[in-house]
T-cell receptor
Framework: EAGVVQSPRYKIIEKKQPVAFWCNPI?????LYWYLQNLGQGPELLIR????????DSQLPKDRFSAERLKGVDSTLKIQPAELGDSAVYLC?????????????FGPGTRLLVL | GNSVTQMEGPVTLSEEAFLTINCTYT??????LFWYVQYPGEGLQLLLK?????DKGSNKGFEATYRKETTSFHLEKGSVQVSDSAVYFC????????????FGKGITLSVRP
């Protein structure tokens, strides 16, 4: 079974530029998550999708961040414009359901550096 | 709110040494508890989990017991290997409409031959 796929793996941009990250979850997983991981910290949830619906986006900075999950499969996370403080690793994860004991499967992440 | 506290790192051990990584938590409800591991250059992967008090999760020689009375979920391994070198994250999740996985800061383990 293929794991969660993310691209690109690395991205370097100048501040104020836009950037987008793509995620392909494990086949059959209805729930998709985007996390932000700062250096030396654990991941923090940005947004959670159930199929194509964003059911928890309370931690997403909506002034510059947006996300979509068209057709309930792949997802894209966008930042526009990027700021220096956005430099971090962006992780995508998926799970079959959304129970508290459900295992989340993580992709390798996209490491973003904003100059 | 919900939070996870992990012991400060990094931790460096010799091969075959005994490992304990402490994890304590606070939760507004009844959490499920997890240990995730991140090997160099890879994504996080579930190491083990426990969903109710006194449950013991185990995998790859690692164990952790859900201790409700001490709100702890310490990770142990009797004999570490060089291949166990990684970053270890303790996490919890409480059931509910907007429940989310809450992680600790992680701790880096280095095992030398």
């Amino acid at each position: 079974e293929a794991g969660v796929v993310q691209s690109p793996r690395y991205k370097i941009i100048e501040k104020k530029q836009p950037v987008a990250f793509w995620c392909n979850p494990i086949s059959g997983h209805n729930t998709l998550y985007w996390y932000l991981q700062n250096l030396g910290q654990g991941p923090e949830l940005l947004i959670r999708y159930e199929n194509e619906e964003a059911v928890d986006d309370s931690q997403l900075p909506k002034d510059r961040f947006s996300a979509e999950r068209l057709k309930g499969v792949d997802s894209t996370l966008k930042i526009q414009p990027a700021e220096l403080g956005d430099s971090a690793v962006y992780l995508c994860a998926s799970s079959r359901g959304n129970g508290a004991s459900e295992t989340q499967y993580f992709g390798p992440g996209t490491r973003l550096l904003v100059l | 709110g919900n939070s996870v506290t992990q012991m400060e790192g990094p931790v460096t051990l010799s091969e075959e040494a005994f490992l304990t990584i402490n994890c304590t938590y606070t939760a507004t409800g009844y959490p499920s508890l997890f240990w995730y591991v991140q090997y160099p250059g890879e994504g996080l992967q579930l190491l083990l989990k426990a969903t109710k008090a006194d449950d013991k999760g185990s995998n790859k020689g690692f164990e952790a017991t859900y201790r409700k009375e001490t709100t702890s979920f310490h990770l142990e391994k009797g004999s570490v290997q060089v291949s166990d070198s990684a970053v270890y994250f303790c996490a919890l999740r409480v059931a509910g409409a907007n429940s989310k996985l809450t992680f600790g800061k992680g701790i880096t383990l280095s095992v030398r031959p």
